[in-house]
């Protein structure tokens, strides 16, 4: 079974700064999708970010942009001039490669707690 | 307009109680989920839905029944609930995905925390 493992419990960065969070993950699959969601104190699932595995060039999203290294399987999350407004959980996910005529399960890390400092 | 909806937003039952947690998207996606969130934050997929059809049944006590009377509605009827059962529960849907196509991601609705008294 895939498993997604988010070894920073929790992480503080000043405004403006750069804070990168980790995201590891084990498969024997050579096919799959990887998501950074962001879960902000409302509570609602914000997708901040995915990536193919199939893809070689690493995802950006304005701020946010990956750092996906297959071989080693590591998917971490780079914010860049950091806002308050980032301050959240963030949930790294895994997703295997779809089946035909089925769905697809995320499967998540623990996940990992920024707080963004004045 | 609101994508994935999900009542109520909070529950607070006692024990042995039945209850149910009603999920609507109107984003014409063929697959619903319920996932559960603990009290540690960490989110697992419960159920899923395709076309009305179970497709995921992720070892859940079978006082979970989820119902899927078409495929924009998927509910969660708990029966006897347990203190073990407080919770977020999450609804999200998403297309269906094949080989070759883009993948989609899943929208979350914005959850229903239950709270077992």
């Known amino acids: 079974a895939q498993t997604v493992t988010q070894s920073q419990p929790e992480m503080s960065v000043q405004e403006a700064e750069t804070v990168t969070l980790s995201c590891t993950y084990d498969?024997?699959?050579?096919?799959?999708?990887l998501f950074w969601y962001k879960q902000p104190p409302s509570r609602q699932m914000i997708l901040v970010i995915r990536q193919e595995a199939y893809k070689q060039q690493n995802a950006t999203e304005n701020r946010f942009s990956v750092n996906f290294q297959k071989a080693a399987k590591s998917f971490s999350l780079k914010i860049s001039d950091s806002q308050l407004g980032d301050a959240a959980m963030y949930f790294c996910?895994?997703?295997?490669?779809?089946?035909?005529?089925?769905?697809?399960?995320?499967?998540f890390g623990k996940g990992t707690k920024l707080t963004v400092n004045p | 307009d609101t994508a994935v909806s999900q009542t109520p937003k909070y529950l607070v039952t006692q024990m042995g109680n039945d209850k149910s947690i009603k999920c609507e998207q109107n984003l014409g996606h063929d697959t619903m989920y319920w996932y559960k969130q603990d009290s540690k934050k960490f989110l697992k997929i419960m159920f899923s839905?395709?076309?009305?059809?179970?497709?995921i049944n992720e070892t859940v006590p079978n006082r979970f029944s989820p119902k899927s009377p078409d495929k924009a509605h998927l509910n969660l009827h708990i029966n006897s609930l347990e203190l073990g059962d407080s919770a977020v529960y999450f609804c999200a849907s998403s297309p269906p995905s094949a080989r070759g196509a883009w993948v989609y991601e899943q929208y979350f609705g914005p959850g229903t925390r239950l709270t077992v008294t």
């Open positions: 839905y395709n076309n009305k059809e179970l497709i």
């Open positions: 498969t024997s699959e050579s096919d799959y999708y």
């Open positions: 996910a895994y997703r295997s490669p779809p089946l035909q005529g089925g769905s697809e399960k995320l499967v």
